[in-house]
């Protein structure tokens, strides 16, 4: 209903992307939706900690982190 309300349509695509990937085994098959969520959130929150300077100023090293970080997630979602 939230995504219906406010167009967010980028994110649609999102959910599309992810149940594709479900469909093809590429990710282990869930609910979409949810599993967009914590890709969204997981990303967004590792941004917002970085620009809040959580992680100090070296950016490089960020990039790891969020690197890391990212696909230990995406391994998670392995089949």
């Excluded at 209903?1 to 098959?29: I, P, Y």
């Excluded at 300077?53 to 230990?72: Q, T």
Aim: proline share 4%; glycine share 6%.
């Amino acid at each position: 209903d939230e995504l219906a309300r406010h167009n967010w349509s980028t994110f649609q695509l999102a959910v599309e992307q992810v149940s594709e990937c479900m469909e093809s085994g590429v990710f282990k098959k869930d609910d979409p939706m949810e599993t967009s969520i914590m890709l969204w959130a997981e990303a967004h929150g590792l941004i917002t900690l970085f620009k809040m300077h959580r992680f100090g100023p070296d950016a490089e090293l960020f990039k790891i982190i969020y690197r890391r970080s990212i696909e230990r997630l995406f391994n998670g979602l392995k089949p």
